[in-house]
């Protein structure tokens, strides 16, 4: 992968970019009820999609849960995507980051 910088999708609507050669991190908001967050990249050959992750729902709740996991990238890199609750009533909010090969 040439393209350093990632987009982070929220049911298919762009929400965040973040430049690996300047950040590690990217935070977002999600609203209640999102189903899917999606990591795209871009090079030469265009744009493709690196990670989905769906988003847990708790029926008993009526909220996101929380939910983590990592995917391997192309050049080594592992990206960790987060899903964390904010406080009742408040929207999940979503983070990208990625760690070190």
Known sequence: M????LTLAVDGQPRA????ERECEVRCDIDSGAEVLEV???????RFLLAALRVPFDPKTGRQRATATSVGLPAGQSLALEV???ASGEDASASEAEAGA
């Open 2 to 5: 040439n393209g350093s910088i």
């Open 40 to 46: 795209w990249a871009e090079d030469a050959d265009g």
């Open 17 to 20: 970019r973040i430049d690996l």
């Open 84 to 86: 964390t609750p904010k």
